[in-house]
């Protein structure tokens, strides 16, 4: 077990340095093209990547979150099902590119616009087949290879952009660069699986793609709900109210959901290991269960204390003053925070024990309850009304999950929970204090977070196995921080 919890530390510490550092470049990418480009070629570039990322869901069907659970559950099979599922994937991509091509005849875009376009599908579609492969990096649970592919695809991007607009290629320069490094990556990672992994069996089993779809095809659904479930009050907000009003509220949405990062890293690297042991040990993925439940709610209850405490100077250090009356809707969200990671928890662990459909039926009442709600509160109450629907459905879907889930994993560790409150009660009076003493808000945190920790380690929250585990955690880390 020690070595199991260990292995999982040290591939959430991958996988969140993977996410951060990429949407850094990312980030600074979009900066760099939106002070470099003539406003209308880079309004052309974002419609593309919009435009296309409507119709990715086509080009994947949820294949990559099903070959991770696959591929960990039976890896002696893996070379068969990796093989059909990258068939399956690239005639999925075709015509995936061919409704884009019919799509954009409809709505009858400028030439520059529909050349923009069909280079950003070609790019997208390539870096969705790549991920199938990159899907063999978290079934192995071998992080440093996603590491490696997300971040070499980043700078390998924002190098070839910075040369192209140099050399002043412009928009279609841009749209090649993104292309290239698409194909890069998909090549990349191919490379790296027959190399280091297995050789991929491409042999057609018809049988295998109709299983692959029939359980894929759920997964779709649920990508589908969440869609819609994490972008309609935006939507209803903007419709109702106007595009300021949207702005406003999205500003603190988006960040909220942001912080899904700091659980998503140690989901995404947990995910493989709770799919194998489902098949393996029912005794061993329950353990792992709890004490999963245990870190997410160690993370997301002092997460929401904090920036229910800090709303104000989180909101005015990122977007500024003028968005400060964003701020009562970051702390209208804070509270549920901690239920948003436990959502997220919740659906990794019905994916892994092959629940997706159950993960499909939650969804649908939540969404269905989301909209009513925005339907009666967006009119009177604005983006407050909107954000209450967002606390209401949050808290809706933990509670659907407790009710219908099997008696064996009935886990409500309350005596847990206490401890982790009554620790982020004592780190918020010392959020408060500090804030008396105008303390700046990047010492704060940092300082806050500490404070937290060494209070779990003295109300012991968590056992002796679990401490040794941390400890092994933390030194790999400070290992890491040195060769950085």
């Not at 990258?86 to 015509?95: D, E, N, Q």
């Not at 997706?356 to 604005?382: D, E, H, R």
Request: aromatic fraction near 16%.
């Amino acid at each position: 077990m020690k070595d199991i919890f260990s292995k999982v530390f040290i591939n959430t510490f991958w996988l969140l340095f993977q996410r951060v550092f990429a949407r850094l470049i990312s980030f600074l990418l979009t900066v760099y093209l939106a002070r470099n480009l003539e406003t209308v070629d880079f309004g052309r570039l974002s419609f593309a990547i919009s435009f296309v990322g409507l119709f990715l869901l086509f080009a994947d069907l949820g294949i990559i979150t099903l070959s991770i659970r696959e591929v960990a559950r039976n890896r002696e099979g893996a070379d068969v099902y990796i093989g059909n599922a990258v068939i399956l994937k690239g005639l999925l991509s075709v015509f995936t590119f061919t409704i884009i091509i019919f799509a954009l005849k409809l709505i009858r875009v400028p030439y520059e616009t529909g050349l923009i376009v069909y280079l950003l599908a070609g790019y997208l579609l390539f870096e969705n087949m790549g991920g199938l492969f990159k899907a063999v990096f978290q079934a192995y649970q071998k992080m440093i290879y996603v590491v490696l592919s997300d971040i070499t695809e980043k700078a390998f991007l924002f190098l070839l952009c910075f040369i192209l607009i140099s050399k002043k290629y412009g928009i279609t320069g841009i749209g090649l660069a993104y292309l290239f490094s698409g194909v890069l990556i998909f090549l990349a990672n191919m490379l790296i699986v027959n190399l280091r992994f297995f050789r991929p069996n491409y042999k057609i089993n018809l049988f295998l793609w109709k299983n692959i779809l029939k359980e894929s095809s759920i997964l779709a659904i649920v990508a589908l709900l969440s869609m819609v479930y994490f972008n309609i009050d935006i939507v209803m907000l903007g419709k109702m109210k106007g595009e300021e009003i949207a702005g406003r509220y999205s500003v603190s949405y988006h960040l909220f959901y942001t912080l899904a990062v700091l659980s998503g890293a140690f989901l995404s690297a947990v995910f493989p290991l709770l799919s194998r042991l489902s098949k393996e040990s029912f005794t061993l993925l329950k353990k792992i269960y709890e004490k999963s439940f245990k870190v997410i709610i160690a993370m997301g209850i002092p997460l929401s204390l904090g920036c229910f405490l800090l709303a104000d100077r989180i909101i005015n250090l990122i977007f500024g003053p003028h968005y400060q009356q964003s701020a009562i809707v970051f702390k209208i969200f804070s509270p549920i925070i901690i239920f948003s990671f436990l959502n997220s928890f919740i659906g990794y662990f019905l994916t892994s024990v092959a629940r997706q459909l159950l993960i499909a039926k939650m969804l649908t009442f939540t969404v269905i309850t989301n909209v009513l709600l925005n339907l009666m509160l967006i009119p009177k109450y604005s983006y407050i009304g909107a954000a209450s629907a967002t606390v209401v459905s949050e808290i809706l879907f933990s509670i659907i999950f407790y009710m219908v889930i099997e008696k064996e994993f009935k886990y409500l560790p309350l005596a847990m929970i206490l401890k982790s409150i009554f620790s982020a009660i004592l780190m918020g009076i010392l959020v408060i204090l500090l804030e008396h003493l105008k303390v700046n808000l990047i010492v704060i945190v940092p300082f806050a977070g500490i404070a937290y920790l060494i209070l779990l380690y003295i109300i012991k929250y968590f056992d002796d196995e679990e401490r040794i585990i941390i400890g092994r955690y933390f030194r790999f880390f400070k290992q890491k921080l040195k060769i950085f």
